[in-house]
């Protein structure tokens, strides 16, 4: 099987001819036998392995490719226009002896104190060296300390943003997808972190706000690179405490550039994020600093209602679905005495004729400066229910509704409704933290509370309501106003309203969250639309670009031509949508029921953005699973276990940001089910084999399939899903019938192990899938572990 091929390797010009000499299985046997033969052997690693000769190599050659080892290659095989990449495990052959030369190995001192390529191995990530005295660059010969010092900072905070659990204590972490890799253990030494905060400084004077001369959004750009940098060198104290220094440091030049954004020219969003940054990096912080960051995060919400300006009438509107209505109206009359009055004259009208219209109650209490509250319920629809945030004549909307998994959620998010004076949002609902991202961003200036859990409620004849969790807590809110108290004394009255939940046992929690709750509300809210949770937004991209999605394509990986970080619009929405979708999965499904500690009740899954194979994720544990490459990954699930507590960071391949948010809830949610299934969190029965944990995965899929739609747009997304994970086609009809009207009593909407049972069947009576198709029933159940698994995207790049 000769084929001639060039193998080349990034930052070396030379280009290696080369022939391959065996492909897949035999590769490795083949490499083993070729090491003691002459000349100069390759092992490649990758979706198929290769073991590759060089054609006439010299002495150089094999200098350089051995000093490779371990980062990615490209090659590119006579007459095909596209190139391969593989991972260089290992280089054989019989050495090449010069007689006329000593050593190419060049002596310790002189390999010492070189520059180090942070992006080694990364097919086109831009240069990002770290120079010997600790500063960073983009060549290794000098470091930038002004504006053009603003291509280096980007780099650095992207490949700063790449990783998660590690720092500057471990500057290359050792890759779960490619274990062939060596273990490198270079680390930013606490001399060379001064060096970094002389750079740092000088950059930030550069940019800082107002310079004359200086274009605003790249200053705004490069401070908020060099912020990104500074949080994570004060993170590294967590490994590593010979950087207590750095890190106080680092802290203290993060407390300037807060002050300096409340300045003429500087961003409140930037300052911000800064507090944020801080606020995450809490346990690296002094005590007194910690003290600073928590008075700065209070300062970001209001700790209060603004009862100064709500003079006059308190008016509170609350929209609920029409089987809800009429129940809520007689709970406020019989148990909490609001009694019914006409409608004020000046009250403008329901926005529909179906429900009704508003009927009004009064409230037995009064405001801070004996105003009336008064309640307009009325029956909505998810297209109508946000109609009185526009309405100034309402002071707060409540919203009771089913989530209907999501699909009413999305729904009225595509109703664009403009905030018109103050409004406190409350939102009663299925597994409201889900979606808590939308309502942000359609009304960032309100005050939101979201509910955490599902909120109950009981029926009695006719299914009408006779208890509501809901009405119960926002009557302890209204109460809670009108005696003119802040968010927390809100929240003790919440509390003490609300019924009881499994995560009753996390001090943290109140059925509802609201602003008393920042660092809570920012895990799941994304207010500058990156498809990041705030809290994870380590490098806050202030070149963003609007991306839309195309159903059609969703499937067809194409460049969207701007870094992952700037990617915006429908693309990163329908991130944010997907990362909630796996919370309503992980809480609606007893197959992720052994997720460590009652994870499915937590809200373990959060947009953590897009990545490409410029700036892969790294410290991503990956199990037991086969490897792969994460610059090619379709997406990424990045699982962090902490004294018994799981989360876990959705990240999607920048190339598929266009995808429908469809699409991506699929996609996402079959590399979250793997990478558990890969670490141990899910398992038992039926999940302990190869066919029940794909069954599991089919019935995953169905159930995100099921909302209203277009069912010819559905089976498409269907069918593009099991290509992409290398499924038989099967009917998603097929699948659906096997989520019976028993899951959905027992609230398994994505799975069940009686779901499993009837896909697979037992041996004496076949499931579902052999009865439509034997041949599809031997695949889903056999040996070849690459079957349900993601495919890597053939991504068209250009020459490195």
């Not at 507090?275 to 700790?303: H, K």
């Amino acid at each position: 099987m000769v084929k001639q091929l060039e193998v080349r390797v990034r930052g070396i010009k030379d280009v290696f001819p080369a022939e391959l000499v065996a492909v897949g299985e035999a590769a490795q046997a083949s490499f083993t036998a070729a090491r003691s033969a002459s000349g100069v052997h390759l092992l490649l690693v990758g979706e198929r392995d290769y073991h590759v000769a060089l054609i006439d190599p010299d002495l150089q050659a094999r200098a350089q490719l051995e000093a490779a080892v371990g980062t990615r290659l490209v090659l590119k095989f006579r007459g095909r226009s596209t190139a391969v990449r593989r991972n260089l495990a290992a280089v054989g052959g019989q050495a090449i002896v010069d007689p006329h030369a000593e050593s190419f190995a060049a002596p310790e001192a002189e390999v010492q104190g070189v520059a180090l390529d942070l992006t080694t191995g990364i097919f086109g990530a831009a240069p990002l060296f770290l120079l010997p005295d600790g500063t960073l660059s983009d060549r290794t010969d000098s470091a930038p300390r002004g504006m053009d010092a603003l291509p280096t900072m980007v780099a650095a905070a992207r490949w700063v943003s790449t990783r998660r659990t590690t720092t500057f204590e471990c500057l290359f972490p050792p890759s779960p997808f490619h274990p062939e890799q060596p273990v490198r253990t270079e680390r930013l030494s606490p001399a060379q972190a001064e060096g970094l905060l002389a750079q740092l400084d000088a950059v930030l004077s550069a940019a800082a706000p107002g310079v004359a001369g200086v274009d605003p959004i790249d200053a705004a750009q490069l401070r908020s690179a060099a912020l990104t940098v500074l949080s994570h060198l004060l993170a590294t104290v967590m490994k590593d405490r010979s950087m207590r220094a750095a890190a106080d440091a680092a802290a203290e030049r993060i407390f300037g550039l807060i002050a300096s954004e409340q300045g003429p020219g500087g961003r409140a969003d930037l300052r911000a994020h800064a507090i944020m940054l801080l606020a995450m990096r809490g346990p690296a912080l002094r005590p007194e600093d910690q003290a600073r960051a928590q008075a700065l995060l209070r300062g970001l919400r209001r700790e209060a209602p603004p009862y100064a300006e709500l003079t006059g009438q308190w008016r509170f509107a609350i929209n609920s679905g029409q089987e809800f209505t009429p129940g809520e109206v007689k709970l406020l009359q019989g148990k909490y005495k609001f009694t019914k009055v006409e409608a004020p004259a000046d009250a403008p009208p329901s926005p529909n004729t179906w429900g009704g219209g508003y009927t009004v109650l009064k409230a037995p209490i009064t405001g801070p400066q004996g105003q009336d509250i008064l309640v307009f319920s009325r029956s909505a629809s998810p297209r109508d229910e946000n109609h009185e945030m526009g309405q100034p004549y309402f002071t707060g909307v409540l919203i009771s509704r089913h989530a209907n998994l999501g699909a009413f959620d999305m729904k009225a998010a595509l109703v664009t409704v403009e905030q018109r004076g103050y409004k406190l949002m409350m939102n009663a609902q299925c597994a409201g933290l889900t979606t808590r991202f939308a309502i942000s961003r359609m009304f960032p200036d309100a005050d939101i509370y979201s509910s955490w859990d599902s909120t109950y409620f009981s029926t009695g004849v006719g299914e009408e309501v006779v208890a509501s969790e809901g009405i119960d807590c926002f009557v302890a809110v209204l109460y809670g106003m009108a005696a003119g108290e802040d968010f927390a004394k809100i929240d003790d009255r919440i509390r003490k309203a609300q019924w009881h939940h499994p995560q009753s046992r996390t001090p943290e929690f109140v059925q509802f969250i609201g602003p008393g709750h920042p660092l809570v509300v920012a895990r799941y809210e994304d207010v500058n639309r990156d498809g990041k949770a705030d809290y994870y937004d380590g490098f806050l991209d202030f070149r963003m670009v609007e991306i839309a999605e195309a159903v059609h394509e969703s499937a067809t990986p194409r460049d969207p031509g701007v870094a992952a970080s700037q990617i915006g619009g429908e693309a990163a929405r329908g991130l944010n949508w997907a990362a909630g979708s796996l919370n309503r999965v992980a809480q609606y499904s007893e197959l992720w029921d052994s997720l460590p500690g009652e994870t499915e009740h937590f809200y373990a899954f959060r947009a953590a953005g897009f990545y490409s194979v410029t700036d892969p994720p790294r410290d991503v544990p990956a199990g037991a699973g086969p490897p792969s490459d994460p610059g090619t990954a379709p997406a990424v699930v990045r699982y962090i276990l902490t004294d018994g507590v799981l989360s876990a960071e959705v990240m999607m391949h920048a190339w598929l940001s266009h995808s429908a948010q469809e699409f991506k809830r699929l996609l996402v949610a079959a590399e979250a089910y793997w990478r558990a299934l890969d670490l141990g969190y899910l398992k038992g029965e039926p999940l302990g084999t190869l066919g029940g944990q794909r069954a599991g995965l089919l019935l995953l899929l169905a159930g995100l399939l099921e909302f209203p739609a277009d069912p010819n747009m559905l089976d498409g997304l269907w069918e593009s899903a099991l290509d992409l994970l290398k499924l038989p086609r099967l009917s998603r009809s097929l699948v659906r019938r096997c989520i019976d009207e028993e899951d959905h009593n027992r609230g398994n909407y994505y799975g069940s192990v009686r779901g499993v049972n009837a896909l697979l069947g037992t041996p004496s009576k076949p499931g579902a899938i052999h009865a439509a198709s034997p041949v599809a029933h031997d695949e889903i159940v056999g040996a070849d572990p690459t079957v349900g698994r993601l495919r890597p995207l053939q991504l068209e790049l250009p020459p490195p």
